[in-house]
């Protein structure tokens, strides 16, 4: 445990003073302030506006932190040969794993928070709206983007970092789209097709399951009991994938 914390220490302080994600951040709340232009022009709907452009850009940016940080995370150590120097101490290479996923997760968090809490201030002053579902739904986020770095770090252990953030990307997508496909399937009444679709729809997480952002800005009525059972599949996936990047990880010759 002191292992994967010291790793984890390490790489949140690494991730956090990184240049590019200073810029990504910047960048996010330029967004965010966006959405008082789109305020100004609706009729009696700034408030709802704004939270939904908000929420578009924090999910936008917050995607690009996490497929091409947690992308180059291994990579780097590799490159710099700082692997060689940690494996010749007794670190297990399933520790050096989980400290840079846990250290990412303590960036993202940070990133989140800040745009999260900037934007909830924003509407509130604005608006005049103090919706704390607001932070719920940055929270959701969260969990989404923990699945993702998870499956970006899983597929850097197999190829390039660059690789591994398109791939990344693509799951997010995919995931954002599972429910819609798996329904469309189903209208087909083929049994071969319907089945297949299941097997995708496990692997490739429902995303749109965590997406609360309709209900933040109220277009639809949330079901909570469902949000959390999601919730903790995706908190378990994350776990299983992480296993398998171990797993390959410790076979990985350099």
Not at 33 to 39: F, I, M, Q, T
Not at 144 to 160: D, H, N, P, Y
Not at 206 to 213: E, G, L, T, Y
Request: hydrophobic letters at 60%; charged letters at 10%.
């Amino acid at each position: 445990m002191n292992q994967i914390a010291a790793i984890a220490v390490n790489t949140f302080k690494e991730t956090i003073r990184d240049r590019v994600l200073a810029v990504i951040v910047v960048f996010a709340l330029i967004m965010i302030v966006g959405g008082l232009w789109l305020g100004s022009i609706s009729l009696g709907e700034q408030g709802r506006m704004m939270k939904d452009f908000g929420l578009v850009a924090v999910t936008f940016f917050g995607l690009i932190v996490a497929v091409f940080v947690a992308a180059g995370l291994v990579h780097k150590e590799v490159e710099k040969r700082t692997v060689f120097v940690l494996f010749s101490k007794p670190v297990s290479r399933a520790a050096f794993i989980t400290g840079k996923f846990i250290g990412l997760c303590g960036t993202m968090a940070a990133v989140l928070a800040g745009m999260g809490v900037f934007l909830f201030l924003l509407v509130w002053a604005v608006a005049g709206d103090a919706s704390g579902m607001t932070l719920v739904a940055v929270l959701m986020i969260y969990v989404q983007l923990l699945a993702v770095m998870a499956v970006t770090i899983f597929f850097s252990t197999l190829g390039s970092a660059i690789l591994a953030s398109v791939l990344g990307i693509c799951v997010y997508v995919a995931g954002q789209l599972s429910h819609n496909v798996l329904s469309l399937t189903r209208l087909g009444k083929n049994a071969v097709t319907e089945a297949l679709s299941w097997v995708v729809y496990v692997i490739i997480p429902n995303f749109s399951a965590v997406d609360v952002k309709a209900g933040v800005v109220g277009e639809d009525t949330l079901a909570w009991g469902q949000v959390a059972l999601w919730t903790g599949y995706l908190l378990a996936y994350v776990v299983v994938v992480l296993a398998l990047a171990a797993l390959v990880f410790r076979r990985k010759e350099f």
